[in-house]
């Protein structure tokens, strides 16, 4: 996976895995949370974000996670602004911003990294999706559950009619585990050198 900025971040590709759509009351307000099997996603609010920007202590204390380090690789002050800015804007649309994944272990959760959307669909029903992992927690999986799950989460919107993403044609292993998902070539992507990849609501519910 490689991204130029925190949201949108660029996909690296995905498993297919259970998830379902729950919430909780935090301190602050009821959040959205998605499941998966190893994994909590917790949808990005203002009083998270306002957390996050002021220390690691109380956003772990809002999420109910440790944190070892933070943010993720790509993540950094003005991408954190971004998603401030846009659940100021459009609160409404909560959920298809960021999302914080916790790892949920048998005896404490870790916060692992972000996955998240650009913004809600557009005219055409589509949403671009990514994460960002911790680099101690890669190559275990955890982004691909992670993505996963915010796909199903996302194609529980009937508005949602495809997700793309975008990478780099050189990341070979990117784009392989996105074939291996089900995810086909669809054009040169929005960035310079990029491409994008995609996959309908009936092909993602179907696999």
């Known amino acids: ?72 690789p790509l993540n950094e002050e003005h991408s954190l602004q971004w998603t401030f800015e846009r659940l100021q804007s459009y609160p409404q649309h909560a959920g298809f911003f960021s999302w914080y994944v916790v790892l949920v272990e048998e005896h404490r959760c870790l916060l692992i990294g972000l996955v998240g959307m650009k913004g809600p669909p557009d005219e055409h029903g589509i949403v671009e999706v990514g994460y960002s992992i911790l680099e101690k927690f890669q190559r275990r999986g955890f982004g691909s559950e992670a993505t996963l799950a915010l796909m199903h989460w996302a194609f529980q919107n009937p508005d949602v009619k495809q997700i793309t993403a975008e990478t780099f044609p050189e990341l070979t292993p990117s784009i392989r585990v996105m074939e291996r998902c089900g995810m086909t070539f669809l054009a040169p992507g929005s960035e310079p050198g990029t491409i994008r990849y995609g996959i309908t609501r009936e092909t993602f519910l179907g696999i």
């Open 1 to 72: 996976m490689d991204s130029r900025e925190r949201l949108p971040v660029k996909l690296s590709g995905w498993l297919m895995a259970s998830s379902s759509t729950t919430s909780f009351e935090s301190p602050a307000q009821e959040t959205l949370t998605a499941r998966s099997e190893h994994l909590e996603l917790i949808a990005a609010t203002l009083p998270l974000v306002q957390a996050e920007m002021s220390s690691g202590v109380k956003l772990g204390s809002l999420l109910r996670a440790e944190i070892e380090n933070w943010p993720p």
